[in-house]
Nanobody
């Protein structure tokens, strides 16, 4: 069982930065991949980035490459998403998600989800 709680969203001007955090409460010794997804109004939920249990393997969606950075601290059971050079098209609800074993860009493979945190980027 894994419970996730995101924080750090807010309103920022284009070009600005935000850092999202996800607190992970996991009653398991199994390794799990963490991912961030986002959903804009009227659009499907889309993959943003994932990170392996060890943190040495990450995969970014093309729209955020070079601007977003994912990291994790397993000792503190936290995952972070540093978002720089934000654009209005980054506006969405951002979700933290977890799955066992290998990473995936497919939201249906993630078993655990947070409640989401709103990120709004003004032009």
């Amino acid at each position: 069982q894994v419970q996730l709680v995101e924080s750090g969203g807010g309103l920022v001007q284009a070009g600005g930065s935000l850092r999202l955090s996800c607190v992970v409460s996991a009653r398991t010794s199994s390794s799990y991949t963490m991912g961030w997804f986002r959903q804009a109004p009227g659009k499907d939920r889309e993959f943003v980035v994932s990170i392996s249990w060890s943190g040495d393997s990450t995969f970014y969606a093309n729209p955020v490459k070079g601007r977003f950075t994912i990291s994790r601290d397993n000792a503190k059971q936290m995952v972070f998403l540093q978002m720089n050079s934000l654009k209005p098209e980054d506006t969405a609800v951002y979700y933290c998600a977890a799955k066992y074993n290998r990473g995936s860009t497919y939201s249906g493979e993630y078993a655990y989800w947070g409640q989401g945190t709103q990120v709004t980027v003004s032009s």
